[in-house]
């Protein structure tokens, strides 16, 4: 009896502690005008609770608006308030590290990667999160030397927030069997994240989280506007630019304020990677939009965290002559048997996602009609994926056709110029504009000899010269 009274109450805790949950992150809806005070005590007992209900309750009825900024006062180390709203603010958080240190590099590799042009868009944040004012001192003066003129053009603000307003740190929960002082360590990086977009949230249309040991792409904002408008019109709340950590993850300014609560509510429960996918997930996007290549690169051997040894590195991170296909709108369709939901649509994307058919015979294809007839300067395709290195077009050629007949659904190219061979499963061609003589309105993959294992065509990516006159 003794025992089913105790699986009694432990199943009601955690029903309690569920329900309670729930309500909270239902409550990420709501927006009912109230304004948040946002004292320093309300941000302590809100960041500091623990699995009881009581508090739960207590907490969701303080946050009941979600979308108001926490009051806080940030010092200003270096530069000042933005005399205008740009269109995209990256912010790093950085704190001082047992070995190597990364912050300078990653400010520098931000400013030379970017044109004059893209550099007028943005606004950088850096928030010095260690409690060791010497240190802090340190950075700033190194910082103000280093990149004086951009602190002086008003795109570069180094901040700090005081230890004051700082949730309790130490006897925390040691969720997933951490030491105490790995759960310290990262309940304290969720506070110096909330605390960053909290100050960030109106700096900007967009915003970018980078580590403070990140290299960036040539031209990496031209890129990210890029993608920004091959979107509209469709719902996202964040767009993943690099697959590591909190590398490259785009997200829309008005719900940073949000984002900056959750961390906030949760900080202590686990690292903010896992959080951040919570979070994306309670605002309706289930699935991961990540595209490639990577426009981030984390180039740090040395972790934040004991100085630990961290060697992970994005393989899809390309550092020059970065360029996103411009994929015009076009009809996908293949006669080639497709599994499962690999659809041929899966393949015509940047999104980190492809085409799966089973084994192809001699004249299957897969085929794209597009919508408009364009000029083409650039084609590639690429098939197989790192662990399916063998599912890709052993025997095949690229073609593009002109001259459209049939319905709206069925419409096909009646003649076809072949453009070459794949070679190790992969295509490539630079310059077509200048060997195709006529506007393109179809290209296909043709399957030139039958073969025993699936195909997996990983992307197509189309690159259009000077639109076509009509």
Not at 46 to 74: C, M, W
Request: contains cysteine; proline residues 3%.
């Amino acid at each position: 009896f003794d025992k089913m009274r105790c699986l009694r109450k432990r199943s009601a805790v955690s029903f309690l502690g569920i329900l309670v949950v729930c309500l909270l992150f239902m409550n990420l809806y709501i927006e009912d005008g109230y304004v948040l005070e946002g004292d320093k005590q309300l941000i302590r007992e809100t960041a500091t609770h623990q699995l009881n209900p009581e508090r739960y309750v207590h907490s969701f009825k303080d946050l009941s608006n979600f979308s108001g900024s926490i009051n806080i006062s940030y010092r200003y180390l270096a530069g000042t308030p933005l005399p205008r709203k740009r269109y995209l603010t990256i912010g790093l958080s950085s704190v001082k590290r047992k070995k190597g240190n990364y912050l300078l590099e990653t400010i520098k590799s931000i400013f030379e990667q970017s044109s004059y042009e893209e550099l007028k868009e943005i606004a950088v944040v850096v928030q010095l999160a260690d409690f060791d004012s010497a240190w802090c001192e340190g950075m700033v003066q190194d910082i103000s030397q280093k990149f004086a003129h951009h602190i002086i053009a008003g795109r570069l603000i180094v901040i700090h927030v005081p230890e004051d307003y700082y949730p309790v740190l130490d006897g925390l929960k040691r969720n997933y069997n951490d030491p105490e002082d790995r759960v310290k360590f990262r309940s304290k990086q969720n506070v110096d994240y909330a605390f960053l977009l909290n100050f960030c949230a109106n700096l900007s249309d967009y915003y970018v989280m980078l580590e403070d040991d990140v290299r960036c792409s040539k031209n990496f904002l031209t890129a990210v506007k890029k993608v920004i408008t091959s979107r509209e019109g469709s719902y996202w709340v964040t767009l993943e630019f690099s697959k590591l950590g909190y590398i490259g993850k785009l997200y829309h300014s008005h719900d940073l304020p949000r984002l900056a609560h959750f961390l906030l509510m949760f900080y202590q429960e686990m690292p903010c990677d896992w959080l951040l996918i919570h979070f994306r997930g309670l605002l309706a996007q289930k699935e991961v939009i990540r595209f490639k290549p990577s426009l981030f690169q984390h180039m740090g051997y040395y972790s934040s965290y004991k100085g630990a040894e961290n060697k992970l590195k994005d393989d899809d991170f390309e550092e020059e002559s970065f360029d996103i296909p411009d994929n015009p709108p076009a009809n996908l369709h293949t006669n080639m048997n497709v599994f499962e939901n690999y659809e041929a649509s899966k393949a015509y994307s940047s999104i980190d996602e492809y085409f799966w058919g089973k084994a192809p015979s001699s004249g299957d294809f897969y085929g794209i009609v597009f919508e408009k007839p364009i000029k083409i300067s650039k084609i590639k395709v690429v098939t197989g994926t790192e662990d399916r290195q063998n599912d890709i077009l052993h025997h095949g050629a690229l073609e593009v056709g002109e001259k459209i007949v049939g319905s709206k659904k069925g419409r096909q190219c009646t003649t076809y110029l072949r453009l070459g061979e794949f070679k190790n499963g992969n295509f490539e061609i630079r310059d077509v504009e200048h060997k195709v003589l006529f506007d393109i309105n179809c290209m296909r993959i043709l399957v030139t000899k039958s073969q025993k294992e699936w195909l997996i065509i990983r992307s197509i990516s189309v690159w259009t010269s000077q639109t076509p006159n009509q």
